[in-house]
């Protein structure tokens, strides 16, 4: 079956960075666009960064656009998010998606587990 198992999660200062990776197996990965989301506890889980199949094409919530880099690796069924600049508000559980597009959470079929980030003030 599929499975989305994310790492690279942490505590980390504001401004700081941390690295999400994503490792895909039971697909096709280099088919698939991939996305990532986050969820903050009590909000809804929004969307972060999507990726199309072969990563010519990426797409940015606005609250990230120029902090965050999506990027793949079809080579190693991988993708990843390179968070920089991170703030306080970055704080949430980050999962990573598969087998969809856009911006909204039901539109994937696929989800890993979570990977939890904490950046402190």
């Known amino acids: 079956q599929v499975q989305l198992v994310e790492s690279g999660g942490g505590l980390v200062q504001a401004g700081g960075s941390l690295r999400l990776s994503c490792a895909a197996s039971?697909?096709?990965?280099?088919?698939?666009?991939m996305g990532w989301f986050r969820q903050a506890p009590g909000k809804a889980r929004d969307f972060v960064a999507s990726?199309?199949?072969?990563?010519?094409?990426?797409n940015y919530a606005d609250s990230v656009k120029g902090r965050f880099t999506i990027s793949r690796d079809n080579a190693k069924n991988t993708v990843y998010l390179q968070m920089n600049s991170l703030k306080p508000e970055d704080t949430a559980v980050y999962y990573c998606a598969g087998g969809g597009w856009g911006t909204r959470d039901s539109a994937y079929a696929y989800w890993g587990q979570g990977t939890q980030v904490t950046v402190s003030s």
């Open positions: 039971g697909l096709t990965f280099s088919w698939y666009p």
């Open positions: 990726i199309n199949s072969s990563g010519t094409n990426t």
